[in-house]
T-cell receptor, first 116, second 117 residues
Framework: GAVVSQHPSWVICKSGTSVKIECRSL??????MFWYRQFPKQSLMLMAT?????????EQGVEKDKFLINHASLTLSTLTVTSAHPEDSSFYIC????????????FGDGTRLSIL | AQSVTQPDIHITVSEGASLELRCNYS??????LFWYVQSPGQGLQLLLK??????LVQGIKGFEAEFKRSQSSFNLRKPSVHWSDAAEYFC???????????????FGKGTHLIIQP
């Protein structure tokens, strides 16, 4: 149980294009979903928290207009990297939580984004 | 602000030997504590969690962790490691009160576990 699917797993695109990453909870409803970014051999850094039907809450230093988050349903959140540039290349991981703070987050397998 | 310290960047253990991965945290209230494991190029898998109650928690794959409030620690242990345990291990604390309403997890930098045959 508690499976989170993230798609695509790897994307390569040209600088200036926009890329959409999907995060789905397959067997539970996720009231809250999270987006993290991980640089090579480093830890995960929280980018934003999204609750279904409301605006995402971004961490300090994360550009809202560059990283658009939509949490349209209790099983789907999307992260769109707009006008991507090489410095946006990274490993992006989503997680979903079925309830409040006393529930663990379940993570997707991540998306490796490479901007040429 | 909350923080998590994993003092060991790399640990090498012989297969069959015991393992302990250290984790210390700084948190302004009673924390929720987690250990996750990450294989190369993969997402994170939850090994175990502590919310309240018994300070010794059992997880999957034979792992356990002990919450010690006086030491602000949540060390991960396994009595006998297997080659398949080689991976990156992350300790995390939550929720994260950043003032903006976000409540994600704060992760340590990770410990890379190497298993020697």
């Amino acid at each position: 149980g508690a499976v989170v699917s993230q798609h695509p797993s790897w994307v390569i695109c040209k600088s200036g294009t926009s890329v959409k990453i999907e995060c789905r909870s397959l067997d539970f409803q996720a009231t809250t979903m999270f987006w993290y970014r991980q640089f090579p051999k480093q830890s995960l850094m929280l980018m934003a928290t999204s609750n279904e039907g409301s605006k995402a809450t971004y961490e300090q230093g994360v550009e809202k207009d560059k990283f658009l988050i939509n949490h349209a349903s209790l099983t789907l959140s999307t992260l769109t990297v707009t006008s991507a540039h090489p410095e946006d290349s990274s490993f992006y991981i989503c997680s979903a939580r079925p309830g409040g703070y006393d529930q663990p987050q379940h993570f997707g397998d991540g998306t490796r984004l490479s901007i040429l | 602000a909350q923080s998590v310290t994993q003092p060991d960047i790399h640990i090498t253990v012989s297969e069959g030997a015991s393992l302990e991965l250290r984790c210390n945290y700084s948190y302004g209230a009673t924390p929720y504590l987690f250990w996750y494991v990450q294989s190369p190029g993969q997402g994170l898998q939850l090994l175990l969690k502590y919310f309240s109650g018994d300070t010794l928690v059992q997880g999957i794959k034979g792992f356990e962790a002990e919450f010690k409030r006086s030491q602000s620690s949540f060390n991960l242990r396994k009595p006998s490691v297997h080659w398949s345990d080689a991976a990156e291990y992350f300790c995390a604390v939550g929720p994260m009160y950043s003032g903006g309403g976000a409540d994600g997890l704060t992760f340590g930098k990770g410990t890379h576990l190497i298993i020697q045959p």
